[in-house]
T-cell receptor, first 116, second 112 residues
């Protein structure tokens, strides 16, 4: 079975600085998606960035980028120029692309605090 | 267009009662998912519908939990004989076929 691990329960970053959130996962599959979701206090899960495992190039979305290391099964999120609005819970998630099940498997989350 | 909506936003019930949680997916989305998020945890998969049928219900914790999607749109998650351990946020998501899942704001269920 696949698992997702986020080992940082909480992280803090100064406004305008850069922070990296860690995520590791375990799978025997070769074809899958990885995601980072943001969950503010409103509870709404918002997709931040997505990576397809077959793509070697790291995904980037404006201030958000990932470091995808497939062999190491690592998928970290880098937030540049942090803003107060980035404060939220961040969840790493895995989804198989080939096994016929389309559920997301989430980590336990990292709470990001942004300090003014 | 409108996103995924869930009602009620909050539900407080007593141990042993029956509850229904509703999810309205994005119009045209064929797939619908239910997840449960306990305090301090990430969402955990419960069940997934493709159209009207449950394609994967492997995450339902026991037979007190049941979900339906009779017309392939709105879905209802039903919990019988609620227990305090059922207290959580129940999230619904929908997708067009097997694409990106869009999440609703969740229903916070509190069982006293």
């Amino acid at each position: 079975a696949q698992t997702v691990t986020q080992s940082q329960p909480e992280m803090s970053v100064q406004e305008a600085e850069t922070v990296t959130l860690s995520c590791t996962y375990d799978t025997s599959e070769s074809d899958y998606y990885l995601f980072w979701y943001k969950q503010p206090p409103s509870r709404q899960m918002i997709l931040v960035i997505r990576q397809e495992a077959y793509k070697q190039q790291n995904a980037t979305e404006n201030r958000f980028s990932v470091n995808f290391q497939k062999a190491a099964k690592s998928f970290s999120l880098k937030i540049s120029d942090s803003q107060l609005g980035d404060a939220a819970m961040y969840f790493c998630a895995y989804r198989s692309r080939s096994s016929g099940t389309y559920k997301y498997i989430f980590g336990t989350g990292t709470r990001l605090k942004v300090l003014a | 267009g409108a996103g995924v909506s869930q009602t009620p936003s909050n539900k407080v019930t007593e141990k042993g009662k029956y509850v229904e949680l509703r999810c309205d997916p994005i119009s045209g989305h064929t797939a619908l998912y239910w997840y449960r998020q306990s305090l301090g945890q990430g969402p955990e998969f419960l069940i997934y519908f493709q159209g009207t049928g449950a394609a994967d219900d492997s995450g339902l914790p026991n037979d007190r939990f049941f979900a339906v999607r009779p017309e392939g749109s709105v879905s209802t998650l039903k919990i019988q004989r609620t227990e305090r351990g059922d207290s959580a946020v129940y999230l619904c998501a929908s997708s067009y076929h097997l694409g990106e899942q869009f999440f609703g704001p969740g229903t916070r269920l509190t069982v006293l």
